[in-house]
């Protein structure tokens, strides 16, 4: 299949001798895997479900998310495949404690992109989207959702929706809200990921077949901070509103743009502007 980033593989903006070793020589970032838990990998039974993840200097939560998916890995055959956009806190030591594979991806301001280059690794037959703050609930049920992941029904659903629970406070005993997020796809859809930001999977008609997982619930410690002053959430919201505000303007009459720079914009000083012109 073609490149999602021909110009990585041409070797522009790259070092010349990062050009002239080129992606076997170990010249392109994002080309150095970990080819020989992969080989491991390959040999054994395909699995069921790959749970994917994109991290950079997530210390804070990670081995907590991680240690969280011990029992749905017990439950039935999962890998864990993870891509590092460049962490440098201990993050990349933690994931390689638990993952089937962990890899380098250069950052390059496109959530779909980094979450693509995942998929492109996983060899599950589902796969499932998890984030680093994001940690399983311990009520879930493993049994129903084998049942669901196995079936072979060739006209049976290509997506499903989990409960993901925002808590307003670390400990997680608090206030919170669930939604339905939809995390889950099978993986011979052939679909990837759209979007730099609040990426999502774009299936045709013929493929559109969604359910709802309500036995399968993610604790999200994630937005604690983001309508705060301080300077993670900070950080987190100036990330989203600049690719938010890219994103518009490429799409300036784009509705669902525009409510997604109402809800991630409170603090900015356009916000009023944004609003009215929503």
């Known amino acids: 299949p073609a490149s999602l980033f021909p110009a990585l593989e041409k070797g522009e ?13 170990g010249g392109f970032p994002f080309f150095k895997r970990r080819k020989e838990r992969r080989s491991t990998m390959k040999q054994q039974t395909q699995p069921l479900l790959s749970i994917s993840m994109i991290f ?32 440098d806190d201990g993050s990349r030591e933690i994931a390689e404690q638990y993952a ?14 980094a979450r693509n280059s995942v ?18 609930n311990e009520d879930a ?3 129903q959702f084998a049942a669901f992941l196995s079936d072979e029904n060739p006209q049976g659903h290509t997506l499903a929706t989990v409960i993901v ?3 307003d406070s670390y400990t997680l005993d608090g206030n919170y809200t669930d939604f339905m997020a939809t995390r889950l796809l099978r993986m011979s859809t052939g679909i990837r990921y759209q979007g730099a930001i609040h990426e999502q999977w774009a299936l045709p008609a013929h ?10 619930i993610f604790d999200h410690d994630g937005y604690v901070e983001l309508g705060s002053d301080t300077e993670k959430g900070a950080k987190k919201r100036e990330r989203n509103i600049k690719l938010l505000r890219e994103k518009l303007k490429k799409s300036p009459d784009s509705i669902l743009v525009r409510l997604q720079m109402i809800e991630s914009g409170g603090l900015e000083e356009d916000y009023l502007d944004q609003v009215r012109a929503g």
């Open 100 to 113: 089937d594979l962990v890899f380098d991806f250069p950052w390059i301001n496109d959530f779909s992109a």
């Open 13 to 25: 903006g790259l070092s010349p001798e990062a050009r002239r070793r080129g992606p076997q020589g």
């Open 56 to 87: 950079k200097n997530e210390i804070r939560c990670l081995e907590r998310c991680l240690k969280s998916l011990a029992p749905l890995r017990e439950a039935f055959p999962c890998e864990v495949v993870m891509a590092d956009t460049g962490s």
């Open 165 to 167: 629970r925002n808590h």
């Open 119 to 136: 998929m492109d690794e996983a060899s599950g037959k589902w796969f499932l989207t998890v984030d680093t703050d994001e940690y399983l």
């Open 207 to 216: 493929l559109f077949r969604m359910t709802a997982i309500p036995y399968i």
């Open 141 to 143: 049920d493993f049994t």
